[in-house]
């Protein structure tokens, strides 16, 4: 069955850096795209960035382009958030989601906390 696991959430000051996981299994991963959503208390998940299945092209949210960078391994079967440049906006749970034949799946999410 399909199954997600995101790691690499975690406590960081404003301005700082974090890199997040995802790693895939259960299909064949060089076959789909993969992207990251988050959700932050009281707020809808929301789309953050998503990345081709050859990792050549990628999209992201307005709200993180220029800050947030995806990257993959197929190798690894695994995908990464680099998160440069942190603010208090972005703290939320981070889901990790691929859509095989009409159904999304998620991982379990890993949590951004962003304070001084």
């Known amino acids: 069955q399909v199954q997600l696991v995101e790691s690499g959430g975690g406590l960081v000051q404003p301005g700082g850096s974090l890199r997040l996981s995802c790693a895939a299994s259960?299909?064949?991963?060089?076959?789909?795209?993969m992207s990251w959503y988050r959700q932050a208390p009281g707020k809808e998940r929301e789309h953050v960035a998503e990345m081709s299945e050859s990792g050549r092209s990628a999209n992201y949210a307005f709200s993180v382009r220029g800050r947030f960078t995806l990257s993959r391994d197929n190798a690894k079967n695994t995908v990464y958030l680099q998160m440069n440049t942190l603010k208090s906006d972005d703290a939320a749970v981070y889901y990790c989601?691929?859509?095989?034949?009409?159904?999304?799946?998620w991982g379990q999410g890993t949590r951004v906390t962003v304070s001084s």
């Open positions: 989601s691929v859509y095989i034949s009409g159904a999304r799946y």
């Open positions: 259960g299909f064949t991963f060089t076959n789909y795209a």
